[in-house]
């Protein structure tokens, strides 16, 4: 199957407009493997309801590496105008997962072509349900990638042109964690507070107090964010309700500052609610760690790109989290930010693709592979 510009530009039509949320990504996931498999790639058995793991062997032995793609699509109306918009009300492909699926479908036939020059194998993964941070999970349970020696993966980029690649060493997204917290005091009538306990009080204390942990607790030299995203309490005017409550986000770049921020909010909310006379219930959940560039894998990448003619330029920072930070727990990775245009950021309604900048990232990626495979030891 032929790799030109114009069928990357036909995948990615059909992607965009039949985008699917994570976890029900099953004509997606059919398409990949129609695809695939048409190709001559096999699809492995790995007991996945959406997403699959698709593998090129080389014809040398060397070791094994897992380029990934995430698949799933967001809950938002489309109004980008664009002729092949979503097919679907309420759902799109607004953060580019639809170019990124069509990127590495690229990159895997380019690597077909030369599949007899691969002194390894590589691992194709099109990951299921990223924007719930769930989906890495269930695809590294399946053992499959237990013998990848490192991770690359690319994110769309709409400040930079088609063209452009963006690459920094270190942290490149944020560690996720959420958190809610129940606060109970005493109801009581609005014009007697004295008789009970009231919990919006509380509340506006924990909120002013919970900024301390970043600007006193924390590395002023390291990014970190809390924000509180959601706080309610009450249902009318004249009564104190009973209980309150607040929920947001913690994010930060390495696993101290994480441990840390989580022992301050906790000592901090609980210590509070207790000085009014209140309790707080705290319910943390951890999200995917801060994705970490390996610096190694940093500068073959910039080599390839300039050998390739791509502008290289330097991704922002952002406190924005990525679960392919599962795959880097235990293995390098590279997470590369690819030049996209489009003017619209992220997860907005009228987000786009300049389709011409597939071509020139599936053979980044692919010649990228390629090159990990010279220089990873088997």
Not at 142 to 165: K, M, N
Not at 301 to 314: F, S
Not at 343 to 352: E, L, T, V
Request: hydrophobic share 40%; net charge negative.
């Amino acid at each position: 199957m032929s790799c030109t510009p114009e069928r990357l530009t036909e995948l990615l039509e059909w992607f965009h407009s039949h985008p699917e949320l994570a976890y029900e990504e099953r004509e997606t996931t059919a398409k990949i493997r129609e695809v695939l498999e048409g190709a001559g790639i096999p699809v492995l058995c790995s007991g996945l309801e959406t997403g699959l793991i698709a593998v090129i062997e080389g014809g040398r032995p060397g070791p094994v590496i897992g380029l990934r793609a995430d698949i799933d699509a967001l809950p938002v109306q489309e109004e980008s105008g664009l002729p092949y918009a979503s097919c679907y009300p309420g759902r799109m492909h607004a953060c580019g997962h639809d170019f990124h699926t069509v990127m590495l479908l690229g990159a895997a036939l380019m690597l077909k072509e030369r599949q007899a020059e691969l002194p390894g194998t590589v691992k194709l993964i099109f990951q299921p349900a990223e924007e719930i941070d769930s989906g890495a999970r269930k695809v590294i349970a399946t053992g499959l990638l237990e013998d990848c020696r490192l991770f690359l993966a690319g994110h769309t980029y709409p400040q930079f042109e088609a063209g452009t690649v963006g690459i920094k060493e270190g942290p490149v997204m944020a560690a996720v964690d959420r958190f809610e917290v129940i606060i109970r005091g005493l109801g009581c009538h609005a014009g007697q507070p004295a008789k009970g306990v009231d919990p919006i009080v509380v509340q506006a204390a924990i909120v002013q107090s919970l900024q301390t942990v970043v600007s006193r607790n924390m590395d002023p030299f390291t990014p970190r964010v809390i924000s509180i995203t959601h706080v309610e309490a009450g249902t009318t005017w004249n009564v104190i309700p009973e209980t309150a409550r607040l929920e947001g986000t913690v994010r930060t770049l390495n696993a101290q500052q994480r441990a840390l921020a989580e022992e301050r909010f906790r000592s901090l909310v609980t210590g509070i609610a207790a000085a009014y006379g209140a309790e707080a219930d705290i319910r943390w959940t951890h999200g995917s760690g801060a994705v970490i560039n390996d610096e190694k894998l940093c500068i073959l990448a910039r080599e390839t790109a300039r050998e390739m003619g791509l502008t290289v330029d330097r991704q922002e920072d952002t406190m924005g989290g990525e679960d392919f930070s599962c795959y880097l727990e235990n293995r390098p990775g590279l997470f590369v930010r690819v030049g996209t245009g489009g003017g619209w950021p992220g997860h907005h309604p009228k987000f786009n693709v300049d389709p011409a900048a597939l071509e020139p990232a599936a053979r980044f990626f692919a010649t990228l592979a390629h090159k990990c495979l010279m220089e990873t030891p088997a």
